[in-house]
């Protein structure tokens, strides 16, 4: 079955610092037209930082949509024209004080796929040596260190409820031996 | 330190059928001011269904903002006043075909809580029975049953890149033995 909708007129309604929303009506497979909802966002890395004695580097910051303050790994949005890889270095040198020696890939993902197209590249980053933290002047965070056994406990209780958060502490579990 | 901003005006910028959007004027924690764009939702579950020779029962649904298909468990939005476990069911039933005796919550994520305050519970799905399929009139998507081991290779691969689709398929890996 051919899956695709056609993008028949396009309404943009607001352009903003770090969304944009536009309206798109779509055809649909079966001939008949909808609408489509779609926040626009130019994308984000996500670093899970592993210290030398094996703790997670997790970042508390206030989340205003939430009304209330999250722990999650370090991270941030694309400069304009920045390749993904830099960004995460530089998102973890700013918000942790932390430069890394090795950076891989974990995975990418999609938060709301239904309405936005931020893509998150969530990078592991290990052999961690000290550098300097430097926050945008609107951005206040707290650092935690956690052990991974810590960090899947608070899995285990909800505590810890951001996806790309979630995502890299499962990672570890299942590729890294905590128990040494 | 205290993280929290408090809002000291609020613009409505759109109201629409998935979410609206708010730009708010907030108080910084060192007493300056900033704005935060918020993308307000109701609200989803999602569920990983186990069938009974533990398969994992993924939807393949296009996407418009991201232009392409993406595969992801089955999910949807909160209708007005339903429970989370009863929209779990139902989105289940009306996207899968399959009822479920069993249902229990992995967790709830947040896919970008730097800008909507969309929560989405996960639910483990097992005990399955068959019952009716019935899509909304602007829903077209195709069924995949995968192994857990073929949803592992997918994950290496970065071919699954929908965060909640992620977290239930680590999940079944931390959580269930597979080689049996």
Chains 1, 2 share one sequence.
């Not at 094996?54 to 939430?66: A, D, H, S, T, Y």
């Not at 890889?85 to 530089?90: C, T, V, W």
């Not at 918000?95 to 891989?104: D, H, I, R």
Request: glycine share 4%; aromatic share 6%.
């Amino acid at each position: 079955m051919n899956l695709y909708e056609k993008t028949t007129n396009k309404t943009s309604i607001y352009e903003g610092k770090i969304i944009d929303l536009e309206v798109h009506d779509v055809e649909l497979p079966n001939g008949e037209t909808s609408s489509r909802e779609i926040v626009l966002h130019n994308g984000a890395v996500a670093v899970c930082a592993l210290t030398p004695d094996n703790k997670i580097v997790l970042v508390e910051q206030f989340r205003k949509p939430l009304d209330d303050t999250m722990l999650e790994i370090p991270a941030g949005k694309l400069e304009i024209g920045e390749e993904r890889e830099e960004a995460a270095m530089r998102e973890l040198e700013e918000e942790t004080g932390y430069k890394a020696k090795s950076l891989q890939l974990i995975t990418d993902m999609y938060g709301s796929p239904g309405f936005t197209n931020e893509k998150i590249s969530i990078y592991l980053a290990t052999e961690l040596l000290p550098g300097e933290t430097h926050l945008d002047e609107d951005e206040f965070i707290e650092i935690h260190e956690l052990s991974i056994n810590e960090a899947q406990e608070k899995l285990a209780n909800n505590e810890i409820n951001d996806a790309k958060t979630i995502i890299a502490i499962q990672y570890l579990l299942l590729n890294y031996n905590h128990s040494k």
